[in-house]
């Protein structure tokens, strides 16, 4: 294998995994302030959905993002009153927001553009192109160096950019802040933060915030930049793999990068390499290939990642005492 | 829980349109999307060609799993609907169940052939209009490399590549295809995000064409191709001006006729097999407004000097599915 195929394949894993870190990162910040959110998928995809929808229209790329951003905060709010103010359970109310975004995304995009859910397709400025970092062109005669900083980080598209800036950002807020802290503290010990003197709701709402923004972010990113426009259920379980690389992290920033790059990898080479020929002894089947990530994953999560442990207050709405 | 039902059911988007005619023809599309752009999309033109000459009304359906195939043809059979198309070869078993049960009904099928006395097989030699696109391809490419993005790994859609493939060492023996199916499960069908990433690993190998035969799934494969400045093929349906300046032609197979002629026949239609080449207009390369820049004179004259030796049976272009194996790599 040479060096041109390998910085494909890193090229490749990281469009790929991108959304898959953004929407592990919100759910980071929200299981750690103890909110379980396997709603991330339907989040993503509402996402996708408006920001994709008000491109189209408005033709601009960031406005979509806007809205985008919005239609998750939206979701998220939902999720928020629904498990913090109401005490609802957390599953249940993550499955519905899922199913609510599958059903709205193909009736609205229906209603709207009369495309069977899809949005139109879209050009110009109204998706987020590839920027060339500079320096690119004139590095990459440097050996080694030069190809990886020009074709693996260089060209993407600005949301690539966003989503690695907001590991060392959570990390940062996570382990130097006193919000940060805090978080940590009330996904552990709520009826603690709540003795101090803070208000848990109020901590966890800000958590489903973040949640929100992230996943707006990552649906964008899915319609307005890897695509060029809506495809209904596009975020085909994205959600629930990132939930799964959360657990790998064991919800840790850092580890959330790697976790999402490894998926990303794997589903690169599932979809590089298909039918590979092995000298004599044949040829191994497209299907192994494209079930490898897969396999590699349940490996992963079985063998490899230990005992991971969530946050001990995460799916329990906090009852303050009387 | 019925306002959820009312959501999700919405989310078939286009439901059964209730319309009361006696024998109103009905159509079935495909898990690709009624809107795929390409194949499923040729069928409702079809269709909506038929109303439009009539002013008559036609039922449809969309699927949305493969578990609704058998459901949406019995539900449409025991309605009254006559004739019943089916527009994908993933019917084939399910027709072959439930066509016995519904004698008086007449069904059609595009793709596959279903032996059954009130079933029209209506199947295309994709072999012969990929072989035009194959040389169209190779004669615009540059490198020498070109591409073939698959959708569901299916000996029809190897059907697809071989003419591809034949059509492009027609022209340039030593050209090198490099091959990728999306998937071996229908939701092949309509993946654009893989069928991106597939086109940019291809080009990224030095291809600078890329045919496409997988549904909704080409968008994605098309848009890369756009984004990366090189030529995409679409098929099906004329894309040619999904990305103009950037799709260089259209592998054309007129599912629209074969949806159109159904229902124009009714339920007094012939059944048996139609198979629809170059000959009969089945299948062709599209040549309009968006790509005539990109295919000069002397790439037409040859292109359409091989399309009259095919129709006149001088070049015989081989059929993956007569033999399950393909001569040129």
Sequence with gaps: ?322 | MSFMQTLLGAGAAVAVSAASALAEPAIIYDLGGKFDKSFNEAAYRGAERWKKETGENYREVELQNDAQREQALRRFAEAGANPIVTVGFAFASTLEKVAPDYPDTKFVIVDMVVNQPNVRSVVFKEHEGSYLVGMLGAMKSKTGKLGFVGGMDIPLIRRFACGYVQGVKAVNPDAVVFQNMTGTTPAAWNDPVKGAELAKAQIAQGADVIYHAAGGTGRGVLQAAADAGVYGIGVDSNQNYMFPGHVLTSMLKRVDNAVHDAFRDGPGMSTGLVVLGLKEGGVDYAYDEYNKDLITPEMKAKVDEARQKIIDGEIVVHDYMSDNSCPVK
């Design chain 1, 1 to 322: 294998m040479d060096l041109d195929i390998v910085l494909q394949l890193a090229d490749s894993s990281v469009r790929l995994a991108t959304p898959l870190l953004l929407a592990c990162l919100a759910g980071l910040y929200s299981e750690r302030s103890g909110v379980f959110d396997i709603g991330l998928e339907g989040k993503m995809l509402i996402a996708a959905f408006f920001a994709a929808a008000t491109a189209a229209v408005t033709g601009s790329a960031w406005v979509g993002l806007a809205a985008g951003l919005a239609a998750s905060l939206v979701f998220s709010m939902l999720h928020a009153v629904a498990s913090i103010t109401f005490r609802g359970n957390q599953l249940i109310s993550g499955v519905a927001i899922n199913f609510l975004a599958v059903g709205m995304t193909a009736l609205l995009g229906h209603t709207w553009f009369r495309q069977g859910g899809q949005t139109p397709q879209l050009v110009g400025d109204a998706r987020f192109h590839a920027i060339e970092l500079p320096g690119a062109a004139r590095l990459a005669d440097v050996p080694v160096i030069g190809p990886v900083y020009a074709e693996v980080i260089s060209g993407h598209s600005i949301l690539v950019y966003i989503a690695f800036l907001a590991v060392p950002l959570t990390w940062w807020v996570l382990y130097r802040t006193r919000f940060g802290l805090r978080l940590r503290a009330v996904g552990e010990n709520p009826a603690a933060v709540d003795t101090a003197g803070i208000s848990v709701p109020l901590l966890r709402y800000q958590a489903l915030v973040i949640t929100g923004i992230l996943c707006g972010i990552a649906g964008a990113y899915l319609s307005t930049s890897m695509n060029a426009g809506f495809v209904r259920e596009m975020t085909a379980g994205k959600g629930f793999i990132a939930l799964a690389a959360l657990i790998f992290a064991k919800w840790r920033p850092w580890p959330a990068l790697f976790a999402t790059l490894l998926f990303g990898l794997l589903e690169a080479i599932g979809i590089r390499f298909q039918n590979v020929e092995l000298g004599g002894i044949g040829t191994i089947p497209v299907q192994f290939m494209q079930a490898l990530p897969y396999i590699l994953t349940v490996v992963i999560l079985a063998g490899f990642v230990g005992k991971a442990i969530p946050p001990r207050a995460g799916g329990e709405p906090y009852v303050k005492e009387e």
